[in-house]
T-cell receptor
Framework: GENVEQHPSTLSVQEGDSAVIKCTYSDSASNYFPWYKQELGKRPQLIIDIRSNVGEKKDQRIAVTLNKTAKHFSLHITETQPEDSAVYFCAAEGGTSYGKLTFGQGTILTVHP | KAGVTQTPRYLIKTRGQQVTLSCSPISGHRSVSWYQQTPGQGLQFLFEYFSETQRNKGNFPGRFSGRQFSNSRSEMNVSTLELGDSALYLC???????????FGPGTRLTVT
């Protein structure tokens, strides 16, 4: 089955810096790659996603890139703010696993004011 | 539009008991997926339902089961509870044919 590896597990940055989180996946049939943000005690919230026919997608300060050949995708947050502090999860879905998201282990992002 | 709701929000059970959790999807969403979240294992897929049919199942023992009703509401049941079943159980719903999954607030289950 699908396996998703996420790095780093923790990331600490200063306010205004950029943050990059990377994920690799194993199933070449995967074609949908969302990113979720989870604040303490709250539900995961979809912040951005990308499909396999697109190499990059941007939404204000957040961008995601996908390299299907290398089977990896990354989340980029620019001009970080303290409210960006949370746990971020990458995930993959596709092939015969419709409806099933396979998640990475999560990255704890801390943005220091 | 109301979001995904889950009931109850918190639950404490004893080993050996069984529990039923409920998930009400966003209006119009017919697909419901269930996930277990623990500090050690992260977010793991349990099963997915669409039009009252289980379409996909994760690697969990048969003690974990679910169902979906004609109004798309879904329930999951865990029988013979074990300490290791303590977790946050999340459901996520989506429109038919779409990929984006939207999560409910979860049910925090504690097994003592």
């Amino acid at each position: 089955g699908e396996n998703v590896e996420q790095h780093p597990s923790t990331l600490s940055v200063q306010e205004g810096d950029s943050a990059v989180i990377k994920c690799t996946y194993s199933d070449s049939a995967s074609n949908y790659f969302p990113w979720y943000k989870q604040e303490l005690g709250k539900r995961p919230q979809l912040i951005i996603d990308i499909r396999s026919n697109v190499g990059e997608k941007k939404d204000q300060r957040i961008a995601v890139t996908l390299n299907k050949t290398a089977k990896h995708f990354s989340l980029h947050i620019t001009e970080t703010q303290p409210e960006d502090s949370a746990v971020y999860f990458c995930a993959a879905e596709g092939g015969t696993s419709y409806g099933k998201l396979t998640f990475g282990q999560g990255t704890i992002l801390t943005v220091h004011p | 539009k109301a979001g995904v709701t889950q009931t109850p929000r918190y639950l404490i059970k004893t080993r050996g008991q069984q529990v039923t959790l409920s998930c009400s999807p966003i209006s119009g969403h017919r697909s419901v997926s269930w996930y277990q979240q623990t500090p050690g294992q992260g977010l793991q897929f349990l099963f997915e339902y669409f039009s009252e049919t289980q379409r996909n199942k994760g690697n969990f023992p048969g003690r974990f089961s679910g169902r979906q009703f004609s109004n798309s509401r879904s329930e999951m049941n865990v029988s013979t509870l074990e300490l290791g079943d303590s977790a946050l159980y999340l459901c996520a719903t989506r429109l038919a044919g779409d990929y984006e999954q939207y999560f409910g607030p979860g049910t925090r289950l504690t097994v003592t």
